[in-house]
Protein backbone atom coordinates (compact mmCIF):
# COMPACT_ATOMS: atom_id res chain seq x y z
CA UNK A 1 0.00 0.00 0.00
CA UNK A 2 1.95 2.75 -1.21
CA UNK A 3 -0.70 5.37 0.80
CA UNK A 4 -3.82 7.61 -0.63
CA UNK A 5 -4.34 7.68 -3.76
CA UNK A 6 -6.79 9.90 -6.23
CA UNK A 7 -7.34 10.31 -9.77
CA UNK A 8 -7.45 11.96 -11.85
CA UNK A 9 -4.64 14.29 -10.75
CA UNK A 10 -5.48 17.00 -12.91
CA UNK A 11 -8.67 17.97 -14.98
CA UNK A 12 -9.64 20.68 -16.99
CA UNK A 13 -14.01 20.85 -17.69
CA UNK A 14 -15.93 23.61 -19.35
CA UNK A 15 -18.54 25.34 -16.76
CA UNK A 16 -21.96 23.87 -16.56
CA UNK A 17 -20.15 19.57 -17.01
CA UNK A 18 -20.14 17.80 -14.42
CA UNK A 19 -17.08 16.25 -12.59
CA UNK A 20 -16.31 13.09 -10.67
CA UNK A 21 -13.15 12.21 -8.70
CA UNK A 22 -11.87 9.36 -6.86
CA UNK A 23 -10.20 8.48 -3.39
CA UNK A 24 -8.16 5.11 -2.68
CA UNK A 25 -7.27 5.15 1.31
CA UNK A 26 -5.43 3.47 3.12
CA UNK A 27 -6.46 -0.12 3.08
CA UNK A 28 -7.50 -0.14 6.63
CA UNK A 29 -8.47 3.18 7.31
CA UNK A 30 -11.98 3.25 7.97
CA UNK A 31 -12.15 7.17 7.98
CA UNK A 32 -12.27 9.34 4.69
CA UNK A 33 -12.15 13.42 4.80
CA UNK A 34 -12.18 15.24 1.23
CA UNK A 35 -11.14 18.76 1.82
CA UNK A 36 -10.53 21.57 -0.88
CA UNK A 37 -7.48 24.39 -1.20
CA UNK A 38 -7.57 27.43 -3.19
CA UNK A 39 -4.78 29.42 -4.16
CA UNK A 40 -2.90 31.18 -0.70
CA UNK A 41 -5.53 29.06 1.14
CA UNK A 42 -5.26 26.24 3.44
CA UNK A 43 -7.08 23.15 2.95
CA UNK A 44 -10.95 23.39 3.66
CA UNK A 45 -12.79 20.71 5.27
CA UNK A 46 -16.05 19.38 2.91
CA UNK A 47 -16.77 16.10 4.42
CA UNK A 48 -15.93 12.72 6.12
CA UNK A 49 -17.00 9.05 6.22
CA UNK A 50 -16.55 6.44 8.88
CA UNK A 51 -16.99 3.21 7.08
CA UNK A 52 -19.57 3.89 4.31
CA UNK A 53 -21.24 6.44 6.64
CA UNK A 54 -21.30 10.83 5.87
CA UNK A 55 -21.12 11.82 8.91
CA UNK A 56 -20.56 15.48 8.98
CA UNK A 57 -20.93 17.98 6.20
CA UNK A 58 -19.28 21.75 5.64
CA UNK A 59 -21.35 24.47 4.88
CA UNK A 60 -19.16 24.67 1.67
CA UNK A 61 -20.44 21.15 0.34
CA UNK A 62 -23.12 22.78 -1.82
CA UNK A 63 -26.20 21.04 -3.53
CA UNK A 64 -23.98 20.49 -6.21
CA UNK A 65 -21.71 18.52 -4.37
CA UNK A 66 -22.04 14.64 -3.91
CA UNK A 67 -19.95 13.02 -2.30
CA UNK A 68 -20.20 8.84 -1.59
CA UNK A 69 -18.38 5.62 0.10
CA UNK A 70 -20.60 2.88 -0.79
CA UNK A 71 -18.77 -0.12 0.43
CA UNK A 72 -16.51 1.70 3.07
CA UNK A 73 -13.62 1.64 0.63
CA UNK A 74 -12.47 4.16 -1.74
CA UNK A 75 -15.01 7.43 -2.45
CA UNK A 76 -16.13 9.84 -4.84
CA UNK A 77 -16.97 12.97 -5.05
CA UNK A 78 -19.21 14.70 -7.81
CA UNK A 79 -19.70 18.23 -8.97
CA UNK A 80 -22.24 18.94 -11.15
CA UNK A 81 -23.06 22.16 -13.19
CA UNK A 82 -18.93 23.36 -12.47
CA UNK A 83 -18.70 26.78 -11.90
CA UNK A 84 -15.16 28.67 -12.52
CA UNK A 85 -15.10 29.27 -8.50
CA UNK A 86 -14.90 25.51 -7.96
CA UNK A 87 -11.98 25.41 -9.27
CA UNK A 88 -9.21 24.32 -6.54
CA UNK A 89 -7.05 21.42 -5.28
CA UNK A 90 -9.63 18.53 -4.02
CA UNK A 91 -7.51 16.41 -1.36
CA UNK A 92 -8.46 13.33 0.21
CA UNK A 93 -7.05 12.28 3.43
CA UNK A 94 -7.79 9.04 5.48
CA UNK A 95 -7.19 8.07 9.42
CA UNK A 96 -7.73 5.20 11.58
CA UNK A 97 -10.56 5.62 14.38
CA UNK A 98 -10.31 6.08 17.68
CA UNK A 99 -8.60 5.28 19.67
CA UNK A 100 -5.38 5.12 17.80
CA UNK A 101 -6.85 7.72 15.08
CA UNK A 102 -5.23 10.92 14.57
CA UNK A 103 -3.12 11.22 11.73
CA UNK A 104 -4.70 11.89 8.49
CA UNK A 105 -3.00 10.57 5.65
CA UNK A 106 -3.54 13.00 2.37
CA UNK A 107 -3.74 12.11 -0.64
CA UNK A 108 -1.98 14.27 -3.38
CA UNK A 109 -4.77 16.04 -4.58
CA UNK A 110 -6.85 16.48 -7.83
CA UNK A 111 -6.67 19.72 -9.46
CA UNK A 112 -9.55 21.31 -11.29
CA UNK A 113 -9.85 23.69 -13.58
CA UNK A 114 -12.82 25.24 -14.79
CA UNK A 115 -12.67 27.05 -17.63
CA UNK B 1 -16.63 28.53 15.43
CA UNK B 2 -13.18 27.32 14.64
CA UNK B 3 -10.71 30.15 13.28
CA UNK B 4 -6.69 29.34 13.19
CA UNK B 5 -4.84 32.44 12.33
CA UNK B 6 -1.22 32.25 10.89
CA UNK B 7 0.24 35.98 10.69
CA UNK B 8 2.74 35.40 8.31
CA UNK B 9 2.21 34.07 4.75
CA UNK B 10 5.85 34.04 3.88
CA UNK B 11 8.87 33.60 6.59
CA UNK B 12 12.94 33.77 5.42
CA UNK B 13 15.51 32.87 7.89
CA UNK B 14 19.37 32.09 7.48
CA UNK B 15 20.49 28.46 8.28
CA UNK B 16 21.72 27.96 11.74
CA UNK B 17 19.24 30.96 12.78
CA UNK B 18 15.96 30.06 15.05
CA UNK B 19 13.23 29.86 13.64
CA UNK B 20 9.11 30.48 14.66
CA UNK B 21 6.23 29.96 12.92
CA UNK B 22 3.26 31.70 14.90
CA UNK B 23 -0.27 30.18 14.95
CA UNK B 24 -3.12 31.56 17.16
CA UNK B 25 -6.82 29.60 17.60
CA UNK B 26 -10.30 30.74 18.31
CA UNK B 27 -12.14 27.96 20.21
CA UNK B 28 -14.61 27.74 22.40
CA UNK B 29 -14.23 23.64 23.01
CA UNK B 30 -10.74 22.01 23.79
CA UNK B 31 -8.67 21.92 20.90
CA UNK B 32 -6.56 19.88 19.74
CA UNK B 33 -3.67 21.44 17.83
CA UNK B 34 -1.12 20.22 14.59
CA UNK B 35 1.03 20.86 12.60
CA UNK B 36 1.03 19.83 8.97
CA UNK B 37 4.17 20.50 6.87
CA UNK B 38 4.22 20.41 2.78
CA UNK B 39 7.43 20.26 0.84
CA UNK B 40 8.34 21.11 -2.51
CA UNK B 41 6.12 18.31 -4.79
CA UNK B 42 4.97 16.25 -2.09
CA UNK B 43 2.02 15.76 -0.37
CA UNK B 44 0.53 17.66 3.09
CA UNK B 45 2.13 15.31 6.07
CA UNK B 46 1.53 15.64 9.60
CA UNK B 47 4.44 17.40 11.37
CA UNK B 48 3.52 16.75 15.19
CA UNK B 49 0.27 17.48 16.91
CA UNK B 50 0.28 18.92 20.35
CA UNK B 51 -0.88 15.85 22.17
CA UNK B 52 2.02 13.66 21.48
CA UNK B 53 4.66 16.94 23.16
CA UNK B 54 7.04 14.79 20.66
CA UNK B 55 10.00 16.76 19.10
CA UNK B 56 9.97 15.92 15.22
CA UNK B 57 12.64 16.93 12.86
CA UNK B 58 14.14 19.45 15.76
CA UNK B 59 10.89 21.29 15.58
CA UNK B 60 8.49 21.66 18.81
CA UNK B 61 5.59 23.38 19.67
CA UNK B 62 3.56 24.37 23.15
CA UNK B 63 -0.08 24.55 23.46
CA UNK B 64 -0.40 28.04 25.49
CA UNK B 65 -4.30 28.25 26.65
CA UNK B 66 -3.94 31.34 27.66
CA UNK B 67 -2.68 32.62 24.61
CA UNK B 68 -4.82 30.75 22.18
CA UNK B 69 -1.14 30.06 20.58
CA UNK B 70 0.90 26.96 19.46
CA UNK B 71 3.41 28.38 17.20
CA UNK B 72 6.15 26.23 16.09
CA UNK B 73 9.74 26.60 17.20
CA UNK B 74 13.33 25.24 15.81
CA UNK B 75 16.38 26.71 17.42
CA UNK B 76 18.58 26.01 14.18
CA UNK B 77 17.13 26.26 11.02
CA UNK B 78 18.44 23.84 7.96
CA UNK B 79 18.12 24.62 4.26
CA UNK B 80 15.82 21.02 4.03
CA UNK B 81 13.05 22.96 6.33
CA UNK B 82 11.80 25.26 3.27
CA UNK B 83 8.44 24.22 3.21
CA UNK B 84 4.77 25.32 3.67
CA UNK B 85 3.61 24.94 7.03
CA UNK B 86 0.06 24.61 7.91
CA UNK B 87 -1.45 24.51 11.23
CA UNK B 88 -4.19 23.03 12.38
CA UNK B 89 -7.20 22.25 14.66
CA UNK B 90 -10.11 20.37 15.72
CA UNK B 91 -12.10 19.18 18.42
CA UNK B 92 -10.48 16.88 21.20
CA UNK B 93 -13.38 15.06 22.19
CA UNK B 94 -15.63 15.14 18.56
CA UNK B 95 -16.01 11.61 19.21
CA UNK B 96 -17.32 10.90 15.72
CA UNK B 97 -19.16 13.84 15.48
CA UNK B 98 -17.91 17.12 13.88
CA UNK B 99 -14.10 15.48 12.98
CA UNK B 100 -12.69 17.99 9.80
CA UNK B 101 -9.71 19.52 10.52
CA UNK B 102 -9.51 23.65 10.64
CA UNK B 103 -6.11 24.84 8.67
CA UNK B 104 -4.95 27.96 8.62
CA UNK B 105 -3.82 29.57 5.45
CA UNK B 106 -0.29 28.33 6.07
CA UNK B 107 3.31 30.31 5.82
CA UNK B 108 5.96 29.28 3.54
CA UNK B 109 9.28 29.33 5.13
CA UNK B 110 12.57 29.67 2.93
CA UNK B 111 16.07 29.01 4.70
CA UNK B 112 18.57 30.79 3.16
CA UNK B 113 22.33 29.53 2.77
Known amino acids: DTGVSQDPRHKITKRGQNVTFRCDPI?????LYWYRQTLGQGPEFLTYFQNEAQLEKSRLLSDRFSAERPKGSFSTLEIQRTEQGDSAMYLC?????????????FGPGTRLTVT | AQRVTQPEKLLSVFKGAPVELKCNYSYSGSPELFWYVQYSRQRLQLLLR??SRESIKGFTADLNKGETSFHLKKPFAQEEDSAMYYC???????????????FGKGTHLIIQP
Open chain 1, 93 to 105: ASSLDWPARYEQY
Open chain 2, 50 to 51: HI
Open chain 1, 27 to 31: SEHNR
Open chain 2, 88 to 102: ALRDLYSGGGADGLT
